[in-house]
């Protein structure tokens, strides 16, 4: 069974304090790893999708990596405008198949 | 930029009601997704489908129904609402092998 698991559940930051949220999956082939960013009340937000070991993607102060067993999100000199719940989904190279989502890491940035 | 529009940002019905839940997407997407969202339990599939008029149960379809009479539109049903169907449904939609992307989600309580 395909499974996502991401770590820290809850992850607190001071301005300006680079940190890394962790995403590992198991899965039957993957096709596909993809972050959301998901602000209080909203829909989830697509950021990157990563398809192959070595692959790593950038927007402002998010950089993310992948290998094998996992992805990383690095959070560069962050702000309080960066606080979100980020979300992990892996979809399988089987078919056209739903994304397996985890259950996200609560980010705080404090100013 | 791809719009995903849910009818309702906030719903109240009562117990033993049928509720109907809807969603358009302006993007021509093949797939369209339905989920709930509850603290603790992450984002979890209740419905998707591929085409008009078909569709597929995700892991909790339990309660729930769905249509898909056109491309653009899937509804989701609560034959008769329970409280514990008192959640953040969120909808989603994607082309064929690409990221999904959600509505801001009708929040919706059963009493």
């Known amino acids: 069974e395909d499974q996502v698991t991401q770590s820290p559940e809850a992850l607190r930051l001071q301005e300006g304090e680079s940190s890394s949220l962790n995403c590992s999956y198991t899965v039957s082939g993957l096709r596909g790893l993809f972050w959301y960013r998901q602000d209080p009340g909203k829909g989830p937000e697509f950021l990157f999708t990563?398809?192959?070991a070595g692959e790593e993607k950038e927007k402002e102060r998010l950089k993310a990596t992948l290998t094998k067993k996992e992805s990383f999100l690095h959070i560069t000199a962050p702000k309080p405008e960066d606080s979100a719940t980020y979300l992990c989904a892996v979809q399988a190279r089987s078919g056209n198949t739903p994304l397996v989502f985890g259950k996200g890491t609560r980010l705080s940035v404090i100013a | 930029d791809v719009k995903v529009t849910q009818s309702s940002r906030y719903l109240v019905k009562r117990t033993g009601e049928k509720v109907f839940l809807e969603c358009v997407q302006d993007m021509d997407h093949e797939n369209m997704f339905w989920y709930r969202q509850d603290p603790g339990l992450g984002l979890r599939l209740i419905y998707f489908?591929?085409?008009?008029?078909?569709?597929e149960k995700g892991d909790i379809p339990e309660g729930y129904s769905v249509s898909r009479e056109k491309k653009e539109r899937f509804s989701l049903i609560l034959e008769s609402a329970s409280t514990n169907q008192t959640s953040m449904y969120l909808c989603?939609?994607?082309?064929?092998?690409?990221?999904?992307?959600f509505g801001d989600g009708t929040r919706l309580s059963i009493l």
């Open positions: 989603a939609s994607s082309k064929l092998l690409q990221p999904q992307h």
């Open positions: 990563l398809y192959s």
């Open positions: 489908s591929y085409d008009v008029k078909m569709k």
